[in-house]
């Protein structure tokens, strides 16, 4: 049972425009949501993150909005630049502890800029 | 510079053998992990560790063996039991193994099957 799920593999956007990648949870439990970005044979980085009580985050080009009665979140990259090329990961975070058992991932979606 | 270093990047495996991947990080940190990505697969946890001396297992722990005998250390043993065990393997780690901080993660070893 997957509880945080990136339904886009991939998702291509024109240099300049705005990328928007979006996320969806099952668990109302969930208190704390991170993006992470991946380049190919490198780890994870984190990006940005959001707490369950806030519905937006923004840290320079990245914004994250959050909408709890939904249960989705998206990063808003803008302007997108040919670096951001790169695979976006949705994570989340429960509070029983907050440990490593309540960090679940999605799959991710590949972020293709074209030039 | 602070960081978590996974090596080797590459590593081959003959069926039936053991190989040990290797973690280790100088951010002080008491909590590391161990993650497999396969292709199109989110990251999923192996085994993690909050303290030294002390390991739980994760969602997929079957094949795999993990040791925390330093806290800067926490190798991994893909075992001949691991039915499938070529992918690309991340080890995290962050300072505490609760709250809302982020993994710092290493680059990742990727293992292939000869």
């Known amino acids: 049972d997957q509880q945080v799920k990136q339904n886009s593999p991939s998702l291509s956007v024109q240099e300049g425009r705005i990328s928007i990648l979006n996320c969806d949870y099952t668990?109302?439990?969930?208190?704390?949501f991170l993006w992470y970005k991946k380049y190919p044979a490198e780890g994870p980085t984190f990006l940005i993150s959001?707490?369950?009580?806030?519905d937006k985050n923004e840290d320079g080009r990245f914004t994250v909005f959050l909408n709890k009665s939904a249960k989705h979140l998206s990063l808003h990259i803008v302007p997108s630049q040919p670096g951001d090329s790169a695979v976006y990961f949705c994570?989340?975070?429960?509070?029983?502890?907050?440990?490593?058992?309540?960090?679940?991932f999605g799959k991710g979606t590949h972020l293709i800029i074209q030039p | 510079d602070g960081g978590i270093t996974q090596s080797p990047k590459y590593l081959f495996r003959k069926e039936g053998q053991n190989v040990t991947l290797s973690c280790e990080q100088n951010?002080?940190?008491?909590?590391m992990y161990w993650y497999r990505q396969d292709p199109g697969q989110g990251l999923r946890l192996i085994y993690y560790?909050?303290?030294?001396?002390?390991?739980q297992k994760g969602d997929i722990a079957e094949g795999y063996s993990v040791s925390r005998e330093k806290k800067e250390s926490f190798p991994l043993t893909v075992t001949s039991a691991q039915k499938n065990p070529t992918a690309f393997y991340l080890c995290?780690?962050?300072?505490?193994?609760?709250?809302?901080?982020?993994?710092?993660f290493g680059d990742g070893t990727r293992l292939s099957i000869l």
């Open positions: 995290a780690s962050r300072k505490e193994d609760k709250g809302n901080q982020p993994q710092h």
């Open positions: 668990n109302s439990m969930f208190d704390y």
């Open positions: 959001i707490s369950s009580i806030k």
């Open positions: 994570a989340a975070i429960r509070y029983s502890g907050g440990g490593a058992d309540g960090l679940t």
């Open positions: 951010l002080n940190h008491d909590a």
């Open positions: 560790s909050q303290i030294v001396n002390d390991f």
